[in-house]
Nanobody
């Protein structure tokens, strides 16, 4: 089992930045890939970014490419999402997820463990 706890959400003005963190526990962190998803009110949960087990490979959805950066620190059992140039349409609950797949996973169904989520609100 893997437990995930997100932090770092909040209210920010458009153009601002936030850094989300996800702390993992329960298994050797470096054995699984990680991802960030988000869910806006009335919408489905969608893929945002993913990183493989070593941190050498990453993937992003088109709408955040060049603005968001996913990274991980296997020594600290943490994954991060640096979000820059935030837009009102980035407003959502952001979820950290872990998968037993070691390579990059971009589909919600590929993930086995989920955090409780952290709210990000971007005002215009």
């Amino acid at each position: 089992q893997v437990q995930l706890v997100e932090s770092g959400g909040g209210l920010v003005q458009a153009g601002g930045s936030l850094r989300l963190s996800c702390a993992a526990s329960g298994r050797t962190f470096s054995t699984y890939a990680m991802g960030w998803f988000r869910q806006a009110p009335g919408k489905e949960r969608e893929f945002v970014a993913a990183i493989n087990w070593s941190g050498a490979g990453t993937a992003y959805t088109d709408s955040v490419q060049g603005r968001f950066t996913i990274s991980r620190d296997n020594a600290k059992n943490k994954v991060y999402l640096q979000m820059n140039s935030l837009k009102p349409e980035d407003t959502a609950v952001y979820y950290c997820a872990a998968t037993d797949i070691r390579d990059i996973a971009t589909k919600k169904a590929e993930y086995d463990y989920w955090g409780q989520g952290t709210q990000v609100t971007v005002s215009s």
